[in-house]
Nanobody
Framework: QVQLVESGGGLVQAGGSLRLSCAAS????????MAWFRQPPGKKREFVAA????????YLADSVKGRFTISRDNAKNTVFLQMNSLKPEDTAVYYC?????????????????WGRGTQVTVSS
């Protein structure tokens, strides 16, 4: 079992930045591919970014490329999502997820463990 707890969400103006953190406990998170998903109001959950076990490979959704960066600190069992140049359309609940497999997956059903989410609101 892995427990995931997100933090760092909040209210920010368009063009601003936020850094989300996901702290993992239980089984060591270095055994998992980690990802961020988000669910905008009234919409389905969507993939944002994923990072492999070592942190050497990442994949980001086209909508956030060039603005968001995913990273991890395996010594601290923590994954980060640095979000720059935020837009109102980035407003969503952001979820951290862990996948015991090796491949970077972009579908939510591939992930075994989920956090409860953190709200990000970007005002125009």
């Amino acid at each position: 079992q892995v427990q995931l707890v997100e933090s760092g969400g909040g209210l920010v103006q368009a063009g601003g930045s936020l850094r989300l953190s996901c702290a993992a406990s239980g089984r060591t998170s270095r055994r998992f591919v980690m990802a961020w998903f988000r669910q905008p109001p009234g919409k389905k959950r969507e993939f944002v970014a994923a990072i492999n076990r070592s942190g050497g490979s990442t994949y980001l959704a086209d909508s956030v490329k060039g603005r968001f960066t995913i990273s991890r600190d395996n010594a601290k069992n923590t994954v980060f999502l640095q979000m720059n140049s935020l837009k109102p359309e980035d407003t969503a609940v952001y979820y951290c997820a862990a996948d015991a497999n090796i491949r970077l997956e972009i579908t939510a059903r591939a992930y075994d463990y989920w956090g409860r989410g953190t709200q990000v609101t970007v005002s125009s």
